[in-house]
């Protein structure tokens, strides 16, 4: 993920209404009026990719009805299990696979 986080720092007892919003959008002369103040910004992102390590062994039975057990770490968090999908895929056909979290 990524993003920009603002903040605001006050050199004085900030009035009501003076707080990191007035910082984006530009308003902090009039909504920190007689407080002196200074915004920044962060920006930031996430480097840390999600890692798989296979914990089965890397074949199964050619007829289908193997299990393949995969640990996966940096993965965000689920909320529910509709987040994520397991989908298998050989040549053209495409199946649907359980995921256990």
């Known amino acids: 993920t990524a993003g920009l986080k603002s903040g605001l720092v006050a050199f004085g007892a900030p009035p009501d209404g003076c707080d990191d919003a007035c910082c984006v959008s530009g308003a902090c002369g009039s909504a920190c009026a007689g407080v002196y103040v200074a915004c920044f910004g962060v920006r930031y992102y996430d480097d840390l990719l999600p890692q798989l390590k296979v914990k089965s062994g890397g074949s199964g039975p050619d007829v289908g009805g193997g299990q393949i057990v995969v640990w996966i770490s940096n993965f965000p ?25």
Request: hydrophobic content about 50%; cysteine-free; charged content about 10%.
């Open 77 to 101: 968090t689920l909320v529910s299990a509709g987040d994520a999908a397991v989908i298998v895929r050989s040549n053209a056909q495409e199946t649907q696979a359980q995921m256990q979290v």
